[in-house]
């Protein structure tokens, strides 16, 4: 896994300076579709701040939906860890009253 992001991060942080350096110019980023030439929220940013902080959202809006569609594991996880737990407490906090079998004998009970 380490290697993997050794080979992968430098070209991909390469990519986000060119893209960066070659997209400097400002751009007017409108939220006001119904007017066009005096928008009522606007702002003037270089292209690549839009492009990266678009890209950030989409990584945080994935990871949170992941997140949240994984909750029946870490649920089921959670109950099985405490499951665990009560029976090895419950296991040594018992006697050992098991019988030892004598070899060469059979046990007749029953």
């Known amino acids: 896994m380490k ?3 050794w080979i992968t991060l430098p070209p991909l942080t390469v990519a986000t300076l060119y893209l960066a350096i070659a997209n400097r110019h400002h751009v007017l ?8 030439d005096k ?9 690549f701040a839009i492009v990266l902080v678009s890209v950030f ?3 945080l809006l994935g990871g949170a939906s992941a997140w949240t569609r ?19 407490k419950e296991v ?10 004598i ?3 059979t046990d007749k009970t029953g």
């Open 3 to 5: 290697l993997l992001s």
């Open 29 to 36: 980023f409108s939220l006001d579709p119904f007017n066009a």
């Open 39 to 47: 928008p009522a929220l606007a702002l003037e940013l270089p292209l």
């Open 57 to 59: 959202l989409g990584i």
């Open 70 to 88: 994984q909750g029946r594991w870490r649920k089921q996880a959670r109950q099985t860890g405490r499951e665990v737990k009560r029976l090895s």
């Open 92 to 101: 040594s906090e018992k006697p050992n009253n098991l019988p030892v079998p």
């Open 103 to 105: 070899a060469g004998t």
